[in-house]
């Protein structure tokens, strides 16, 4: 090794990169995305080969790397399987603190969805059951689903 690699003092520096960009969500996302802006109705897809219900649908399985071309509809109730907390605010973050993000098991689903709980934070556990909330004006996006509640 050489001498002037060990002279150096180890440094590190916070940062934050904010790269904002769009992409095409496909024919599988649209569906989705449609179906929520459209019908306020949660749309998942179940694999042909192991069953395997996804929400967000996928094209592909991540069990067993078929295509998966039979649709259903699941939720909008469901269970939070995680979740964490989050107290300090960031211009990153979707929502205003304090928030959740959880993963949360729709009713019919096999794979959980991320997503975000605002309020009744006092409440919340693992094994809570939610409901999604869908925004009054709706655009085709995530967050059409603006929370889910806890029962």
């Given at each position: 090794m050489s001498d002037?690699?060990?002279?150096?003092e180890p440094l590190t520096q916070k940062g934050q990169l904010r790269m904002p960009y769009r992409w095409s969500?496909?024919?599988t996302g649209s569906r989705f995305l449609t179906a929520l802006r459209?019908?306020?109705?949660i749309?998942?897809?179940?694999c042909d080969g192991c069953s395997t219900v996804y929400v967000p649908p996928r094209k592909t399985?991540?069990?067993?790397?078929?295509?998966?071309g039979t649709w259903t509809e699941v939720g909008p109730e469901g269970t939070v399987e995680a979740f964490t907390l989050v107290r300090e605010a960031s211009p990153l973050h979707p929502a205003t603190v304090p928030f959740a993000y959880a993963l949360i098991k729709?009713?019919?689903?096999?794979?959980a969805l991320l997503h975000l709980i605002l309020g009744g934070l006092d409440?919340?556990?693992?094994g809570s059951r939610v409901r999604a909330i869908f925004r009054r004006e709706r655009?085709?996006?995530i967050m059409d689903i603006e929370t889910f509640d806890i029962l």
């Open positions: 002037w690699i060990k002279e150096v969500v496909g024919e459209d019908r306020q109705t749309l998942a897809n179940r399985c991540a069990r067993c790397f078929q295509d998966i729709l009713d019919g689903a096999d794979v409440r919340l556990g693992t655009s085709g996006h």
